[in-house]
């Protein structure tokens, strides 16, 4: 019998629900919500940032999750399972040239790194994962591992 | 920013967008030769982008392609089941004809070269 994990939800976080804070503000503004804060943009996006939506859904065979990472390389991207939890890892370094005299130019460099979590409840087939990157959006797939068939155990009684 | 004083217009269902459409987060930068806007708009391929510009405004419309199969049962849902849509005005400063656009990995980056007028011009002091 496999230890349940106490969670409500799959998806877990290290900080307040990203979901019903984040569709309160889309109601009250259309506005969506910055990955990674590209802009260094502070005031009611400040928490928001480092945080990526994500959507986790099930066939019969696979888990598949979906996580939109707009603007990052493949190689920056990680994805990583162990003991049952995905981590996605986005991990981005941007560099800024002010705009001023060749002299005088200074060269700003900021890293940020992004990642979130998933618990997968079932067994899977860790050797057959696949990740996809397109159009900012990564596809993981992950297969299940067939059900282990209950066997029986005969117990003595002495 | 007009967005946001009518937020009841992007929510009427209109034959050509039948989804709600959310504002993209977009930032725009100012170099002496050109505008450049970014803008996040994961999920949008270059198919399902469009973009027009005349000389008094700027619409980039970009739809989510992806629809998830039939068979597959949602777990967990945050990505927004929204289109983005960003309407911009322009004004005597934009040169319409030469807008550049570029979509990689989510982010669309527009150029908008300044009109010949107002680009900074030295002036050589004689005397």
């Known amino acids: ?158 | 920013m007009n967005d946001l004083l009518t937020p009841k217009e992007s929510r009427v269902s209109a034959p050509a967008v039948p989804r709600r459409t959310l504002t993209p987060c977009y930032d725009v930068k100012e170099t002496s030769e050109a505008f450049i806007l970014t803008a996040q708009v994961p999920g949008v391929d270059r198919s399902s982008l469009e973009l027009t510009v005349d000389a008094l405004k700027l619409t980039v419309l970009g739809r989510r392609v992806f629809t998830a199969p039939a068979e597959w049962r949602a777990l967990h849902r945050e990505i927004p089941q929204a289109d983005y849509r960003l309407s911009l005005e322009l004004d005597h400063r934009f040169n319409p004809e030469a807008v550049r656009a570029e979509l990689s990995q989510g982010v669309l980056t527009l150029t908008l070269p300044k009109a010949e007028a107002v680009k900074p011009r030295r002036i050589d002091i004689k005397g």
């Open chain 1, 1 to 158: 019998m496999k230890l349940i994990r106490y969670e409500t939800s799959p998806v877990y976080n290290p900080s307040t629900s990203y979901t019903s804070l984040r569709d309160e503000m889309d109601r009250l503004f259309d506005v969506a919500f910055p990955t990674l804060s590209l802009f260094q943009r502070d005031g009611i996006l400040g928490d928001w940032q480092g945080e990526f939506p994500l959507d986790l859904y099930q066939e019969k065979d696979a888990f598949i999750v979906r996580a939109e990472l707009p603007g990052f390389r493949k190689e920056d991207i990680q994805v990583e399972v162990t003991d049952g939890t995905l981590t996605i890892t986005g991990y981005q370094k941007t560099e800024r040239k002010s705009d001023q005299k060749e002299k005088e130019a200074q060269t700003t460099t900021q890293e940020r790194r992004v990642s979130r979590s998933v618990a997968l409840p079932e067994h899977l087939k860790l050797d057959k994962i696949q990740a996809a990157y397109e159009n900012g959006v990564l596809t993981v797939t992950l297969p299940k591992r067939e059900e282990v068939k209950p066997k029986q155990i005969a117990i003595e009684v002495k």
